[in-house]
């Protein structure tokens, strides 16, 4: 539990947990602080990837389905105990997806609320180009000018040898397992009744997210925030972002 989940502030008596995905090459500093910064009723978990930080002498994950197996099986008795939602950033929105797929199926479980950032509908066809990048014929510097131009790593950082040589492999593993994700909608009916909110930077490239309204029979909503990619980095947008996913879960009806 340790190893894969991180818990700042832990809040034994809340009603309800956020399980917060972080993004490809990311770490779980900046999610798992926001349990400080929602109400008392929510405790915040954020998933630890292998391959980095107290993770690093681990291998990374070969695929999308051992990432949804390990965070099922480490946190399935957590999220049969009380009430949850989760929450992801771009790589983590679908990784956060095919958990939540895998404990509808198998379990029967689903959040109270899914919240989407940075990504597009795992029904679209947008996609499919994503996926046939080759990431192993990508020089380094084509990568770290990406990593530059979406933001998010400070530059300082990529300054440093040591450093940008482990984020390059760090973002590589987790590119190589996003391109292992799949989801064909007519594989089942609508598979969600829980909202879905949407959110992402205005100035970051344009998503195809009207394919999530496919995916539950609840509400879907959409929120555009000023920023590009890593919008959520802006202390104004984490304060609204925060605030919002409060003010969703504790109006879920726990």
């Known amino acids: 539990m340790e ?13 309800c947990r956020l399980i917060c995905f972080p993004w490809a090459g990311g770490g779980t500093s900046l999610l798992a602080q926001w349990g400080k910064r929602l109400s008392n009723s929510i405790e915040v978990f954020c998933v630890r990837y292998p391959g980095r930080e107290t993770r690093l002498n681990e291998p990374f994950a070969k695929d999308m389905t051992s990432m949804v197996n390990e965070v099922t099986s ?13 929450f992801g950033h771009s790589f983590g929105a679908y990784l956060s ?28 066809e947008a996609i499919l180009p994503i996926k046939n990048i080759s990431v192993s014929d990508a020089k380094d510097e084509e990568v ?27 973002f590589k593993e987790d590119f190589r397992v996003f391109q292992t994700f799949s989801f ?41 925030l000023p920023g590009g990619h890593f919008y959520l980095l802006e202390p104004s947008n984490e304060i609204f972002l925060t605030k919002h996913i409060t003010r969703c879960i504790e109006n879920a009806g726990l």
């Open 97 to 124: 997806f095919a958990v939540a797929l895998h404990l509808k199926e198998k379990y029967g479980l689903e959040p109270v609320h899914l919240f989407v950032s940075g990504a597009h509908a795992p029904n679209s």
């Open 144 to 170: 770290i000018e990406y990593l530059q131009t979406v933001g998010g790593t400070p530059s300082v950082l990529l300054h440093n040898e040591d450093i940008r040589k482990n984020l390059l492999l760090t």
């Open 184 to 224: 064909e909608k007519a594989e089942m009916d609508i598979p969600f009744s829980c909202d879905i909110t949407c959110f992402n930077g205005g100035d970051d490239k344009p998503y195809d997210l009207q394919g999530w309204q496919e995916l539950t029979s609840g509400d879907t909503s959409f929120y555009e």
């Open 3 to 15: 190893k894969l989940i991180v818990c700042v502030h832990k809040r034994q008596n809340a009603l």
């Open 74 to 86: 480490v946190l399935l008795k957590e999220l049969q105990e009380k009430p949850f939602a989760f």
